[in-house]
């Protein structure tokens, strides 16, 4: 299935590959079936049952990102907070480019205003986002984070127009869920 495809024509994204359980339950039991010893089946219930109050797509958005970036970044980032040498400060962007739930560098499009997006209108709410998000990254840079929680007490949150310290960990009852499962070893290795 097409998760999101980016194009230099008129249809610039696509979002909706999931619009039904039956298809997303088909495609992950066929992928749990080639990355794990686990019954498929069972492991394709477990793991729905971590994100039981979203959609089709959003559940496909948010697994895959949880997979591959979110659940191993707070392992990297709860090992890195154990140092006595450093302070960790998180920034977690929930943020997401218009109706999807899960973007890859839509925080890097939006920083850098926007650009090499085909037939792409910021919103308000976009520019907003874009405003909180250099906001924060010239305080950091510039050693402003009185407020800002140090990790694992806190992580800083950036939504859609909220910006807010929260204690959990992002995304730490599925990303729990998940270490449980044994599916964590696919993070992205750049």
């Not at 980016?6 to 039956?22: E, I, L, P, R």
């Not at 907070?81 to 943020?95: A, E, G, K, M």
């Not at 925080?107 to 709410?125: R, V």
Request: hydrophobic share 35%; with cysteine; charged share 20%.
């Amino acid at each position: 299935a097409v998760v999101s495809t980016q194009s230099t024509g008129d249809d610039s994204f696509k979002v909706n590959a999931y619009t039904n359980m039956t298809l997303l339950r088909q495609d992950l039991i066929q992928f749990f079936s080639v990355i794990s010893d686990s019954d498929p089946e069972v492991l394709e219930e477990q793991v729905t049952a971590l994100y039981s109050s979203a959609s089709p797509q959003e559940l496909w958005d948010l697994l895959t990102t949880d997979l591959r970036s979110t659940c191993p970044m707070d392992e990297v980032a709860r090992s890195m907070s154990t140092s006595v040498h450093h302070t960790l400060h998180r920034l977690y962007i929930s943020n997401s480019q218009h109706d999807s739930t899960a973007f890859h560098a839509w925080d890097t499009y939006a920083l850098f205003g926007f650009t090499g997006w085909p037939n792409l209108s910021p919103t308000s709410q976009d520019q907003e986002f874009r405003n909180s998000l250099i906001t924060i990254l010239r305080d950091f840079a510039n050693n402003r984070t009185e407020g800002w929680g140090v990790y694992p007490n806190t992580t800083l949150f950036l939504g859609n127009g909220e910006v807010e310290m929260r204690n959990p960990t992002p995304q730490e009852t599925q990303c729990n869920g998940l270490k449980e499962l044994e599916l964590l070893q696919y993070g992205w290795q750049n």
